[in-house]
């Protein structure tokens, strides 16, 4: 059974190793967060003793099988299973009432959405999301390509903003501010593969630049600021 070990730190469950339940585990455990992990395939619970010890297969979803987890001696739980939405309803309302002090659950859809808030969950929307963030941040930032490398690392091709023409490599310092460096500079059919610090921007420049989401959220931030 699960009890937390880690004094003065949150503790999380997330039931349910798709895509989505996967990912938000990794990114937890990688931020040293003490964490549950649960869901029915062997195999994907497997995977996740790698990061945790705290990883289990249920074979069901009822409250007496998670209570036999521990799960109600974590502070956040999220429900990843929003396929599902029938095992969804039933988990969300099963973590609310052990008391449990945040469920958060995913949504595929307004319905299944507005159903989880009713039972007292907090409701995310995550491929919705991500495509309304990477529209926004496309539309904003004049991206004219976006090419995700790994989860760290993207590469974007965009369009030099108003506010750089003028500016030098070393003024605008993209790395400094943002941690992206520009890979290469595109103008005309010409192409520069390496950048010097003194390269002045001009109206027309393509720039690629590689970094975290990150910092090209907060690029996109200060050119809309201009």
Known sequence: ?????????????IIGLGRFGHALAMELAESDAELLVMDKNEEKVRELREVTENAYIINSYDKKALTQTGVRNCDV???????????????TLNLVALGIPRVIAKANSGEHGAILEKLGAEVVYPEHDMAVRLAHR??????????????????????VPDKMVGQTVQQVDLRGRFELNIV???????????????????????LFVAGGASGLDKFTDWVDNA
Do not use: H, W
């Open 138 to 159: 496309l539309e904003t930032s004049k991206v004219l390509d976006y090419i995700q490398l790994s989860k760290k690392v993207n590469i974007s091709k965009l369009l």
């Open 1 to 13: 059974m699960f009890n937390s070990s880690k004094k003065n730190k949150k503790t999380y469950a």
């Open 184 to 206: 290469a500079i595109e103008n005309e059919s010409t192409v520069l593969d390496y950048v010097r610090p003194d390269y002045c921007f001009r109206q027309g420049d393509i």
């Open 77 to 91: 739980a999220v429900v990843c299973i929003g396929e599902q939405m029938d095992i969804s309803i039933l988990m």
